[in-house]
């Protein structure tokens, strides 16, 4: 029995047409459903992280201030120096009520001349009672013990508000807790309206002497202030001859001023007798809306 010998570099030729690799037609779908899985993935996981970055709200964090206290004239009479307030006549009583009976009935010749005298000094005591003429030294404001050369936010703030139509400005205004408040005209209330982005907003009389809350106007007029006018109508308020305010919750005053000191900071300013002006937008933030600082202008700070 012999056994044929070959060549090792040599292959048969039916071994060498069988070890040839070939793409099946399954093989080309398979592929093809696997890329556009992983297209399709991709593309998801795309659109969760945009749906989530719409969703979260990040917000920095607010620097802690406190508000200071301004100095204020309230409804006194302006003038260089305070008024003294010498004890009217109500505070005397030894004056109030003069024991002269005796004299009266032992001198009756001199009635009319003690009646006199004693007018005299009661209308000489009333007006001192109500000062002396100086006036109050203290700047325009509420009425107030506080920092005198420091700038109060209500005479270096400006407020820019966009919107686009009467209800989203509305709702900035809700959603910051302002209200509108309508006075003079011969009221002696103060006639609020809130909840301003309902169909009729809600309104409430208040006294003027128990407010003491920030307050804002419109320089002139122009579509916001309209909108303002607007809102009162529709809350039912008259507002005929009569001046409209917007009144600012301390939270929303406290936000403004962290606000303020942080982006003063930035600029290198850090006492708040530098503070000119300070121009604040809104716009839209996450579901609400959010208050930014425009622009600032500072002084140079008075010599401590």
């Known amino acids: 029995m012999s056994a044929e010998a070959?060549?090792?570099?040599?292959?048969?030729?039916?071994?060498?047409?069988?070890?040839?690799?070939?793409?099946?037609?399954?093989d080309k779908v398979a592929s093809m459903l696997i890329a556009l899985l992983i297209m399709v993935g991709l593309a998801a996981l795309l659109l969760f992280i945009i749906w989530l970055t719409g969703r979260l709200i990040f917000t920095q964090q607010p620097v802690a201030v406190e508000l200071l206290e301004y100095a204020g004239r309230g409804d006194h009479a302006a003038g260089f120096e305070r008024d003294l307030e010498e004890p009217g006549m109500e505070e005397m009583e030894e004056l109030n009520e003069p024991q002269i009976e005796a004299t009266l009935e032992a001198v009756t010749d001199l009635v009319t001349s003690q009646a006199a005298a004693f007018d005299a000094v009661e209308i000489a005591a009333a007006a001192s009672s109500k000062?002396?003429?100086m006036g109050d030294s203290r700047p325009p404001g509420p009425l107030g013990e506080g920092v005198t050369d420091v700038i109060p936010p209500w005479e270096r703030w400006e407020i820019r508000f966009t919107t686009t139509g009467l209800q989203a400005y509305a709702r900035q205004l809700d959603f910051f807790g302002i209200e509108l408040g309508v006075v003079g005209g011969g009221s002696p209330k103060v006639d609020y309206a809130y909840n301003l982005a309902s169909p009729k907003p809600s309104r409430r009389p208040g006294d003027p002497e128990q407010e003491k809350r920030m307050y804002m106007t419109w320089k002139g007029g122009g579509t916001l202030a309209a909108?303002?006018?607007?809102?009162?109508?529709?809350?039912?308020?008259?507002?005929?001859?009569?001046?409209?305010?917007?009144?600012?919750p301390e939270k929303t005053e406290k936000l403004l001023y962290s606000l303020e000191v942080q982006a003063a900071r930035k600029a290198g300013h850090t006492d708040p007798r530098e503070f000119l002006k300070t121009i604040f937008g809104?716009?839209?933030?996450?579901?609400g809306y959010e208050f930014y600082v425009i622009d600032q202008y500072f002084r140079p700070a008075p010599n401590s």
């Open 227 to 248: 909108f303002d006018r607007q809102l009162v109508a529709r809350a039912g308020i008259n507002t005929q001859r009569r001046v409209i305010l917007q009144f600012y």
């Open 131 to 133: 000062g002396s003429g």
């Open 6 to 26: 070959r060549s090792p570099g040599k292959v048969a030729p039916s071994l060498a047409t069988t070890a040839q690799l070939k793409v099946s037609a399954y």
């Open 282 to 287: 809104v716009r839209p933030a996450g579901r």
